[in-house]
C-alpha cells in the first residue's frame, strides 16, 4: 500500500489547482453555512425562549390582577356592610340622645311606668316588635 501511495503524484497546474481552490471556498461556504444555521437556530431557540417567558410573565400578571379583582370587590362588600352597619350605628345614638324615644325605651323593656300608671304585659305586645326592629 505504501508503495502506491508513492506513485501517485499531484500534478501542478491550474485547472487542479482552481479546483483545488474551489473545493476549499465549497467548504468554507459550508462551514459558513452550518454556522449561520447554528446561529439562526440558536436565535430562533432564544425568541421561543423568551417569547414563553413573556407569556408566563404576563400569564402571572393577569393572575395577580385577577386576584387583586377579587380582594377588591370583598373588601368593597366588606366596607359597605361597615358603612352600613355604622348608619344605622349613628341612627340609633341619635334615637338615644333623644328623650321622648329614651324614655319610651326604658318603659318598653324594663316595664317603668310614670305615676299612676298601670303596666299589662299581653302577649302581642308591640314593644317587643319595636325593640327587634330596632337591633
Avoid at 328623650?99 to 316595664?111: A, C, Q, S
Avoid at 310614670?114 to 304585659?121: F, G, K, S, V, W
Wanted: hydrophobic share 35%; glycine share 2%.
Amino acid at each position: 500500500m505504501k508503495e502506491d501511495k508513492q506513485k501517485i503524484k499531484v500534478m501542478d497546474n491550474d485547472f487542479y489547482r482552481e479546483k483545488t481552490a474551489a473545493k476549499k471556498r465549497m467548504v468554507a461556504k459550508n462551514r459558513r453555512y452550518l454556522q449561520h444555521k447554528v446561529i439562526m437556530r440558536l436565535f430562533a431557540v432564544i425568541a421561543v425562549v423568551v417569547t414563553v417567558g413573556c407569556l408566563v410573565q404576563v400569564g402571572r400578571n393577569l393572575w395577580q390582577a385577577h386576584t387583586v379583582k377579587q380582594q377588591t370587590t370583598t373588601a368593597q362588600k366588606k366596607l359597605d356592610k361597615v358603612k352600613k352597619d355604622n348608619a344605622s350605628l349613628k341612627l340609633r345614638v341619635k334615637q338615644l340622645n333623644d328623650d321622648e324615644y329614651l324614655e319610651k325605651l326604658i318603659r318598653e323593656k324594663y316595664y317603668y311606668s310614670r305615676d299612676n300608671e298601670t303596666i299589662y304585659n299581653l302577649p302581642d305586645d308591640k314593644a317587643k316588635s319595636v325593640l327587634n326592629s330596632e337591633k
